[in-house]
Every structure is written in C-alpha cells, then in structure tokens.
C-alpha cells in the first residue's frame, strides 16, 4: 500500500520560513506529478503547489514568488519551501499523488506572532 509521511510543519512567526517534506513509500515516485494542498477549519482543501514528473512547477496566486515546489526522484520525496510566512498560511498540509486518492496525513503550520 502506498504511504505519503509529511513532515516540517510547526509554528512560525509571520516572515519565517518552513520546509515541508513528504516521502512516498511503495510508489514509483518518479512517474507521478505531486501536489501540496492546504485545508484550514470549515474550508476545503485547496490546491496550493504541484509539480510535474519533469519537474515543471505550479502555484496558486497566493503562494507565488513565496513557496518552492521541488522533488529529489532519488529519495522519493518532494518538498515544499515556505518563505515569507503570513497568518493567511495556517493550515495542515497534506501532499498527494497527482490524479490518485493517496494522500499523507497532513502536518500542521501554524503562523502566528
């Protein structure tokens, strides 16, 4: 079975920095697009970050020029730098395989002063 372990979340104050990590296990990571969606209380998950299997990157409005989509095919894990933090980021995050119903667990960021 397919498993997604996110990790890196925390509490941040607004204009730090954070890096999300999501390893796959038992999934032929390199031939799937990957995706980092955000959910906050009372609100759907939304597509924040995807990025394709060659590694052509994709981000909501507003996360541009902030967040960093990126993925290491050899350690089957992709990443998600997270810089300039505002409060409007709190949420868990949870990545996902492109297309499939395999998702991680979510980790919690929490921005806040």
């Known amino acids: 079975q397919v498993e997604l372990v996110e990790s890196g979340g925390g509490w941040e104050q607004p204009g730090g920095s954070l890096n999300l990590s999501c390893e796959s296990f038992?999934?032929?990571?390199?031939?799937?697009?990957m995706q980092w969606y955000r959910q906050t209380p009372g609100e759907q998950r939304e597509l924040v970050a995807e990025?394709?299997?060659?590694?052509?990157?994709w981000y909501t409005a507003s996360v541009g020029g902030r967040f960093t989509i990126s993925r290491d095919n050899s350690k089957n894990t992709v990443y998600l730098q997270m810089n300039n933090l505002k409060a409007d980021d709190t949420g868990v995050y949870y990545c996902?395989?492109?297309?499939?119903?395999?998702w991680g667990k979510g980790t919690l960021v929490a921005v806040s002063s």
């Open positions: 990025i394709t299997v060659g590694k052509v990157p």
């Open positions: 038992r999934l032929a990571f390199s031939l799937y697009g």
């Open positions: 996902r395989v492109q297309n499939t119903d395999y």
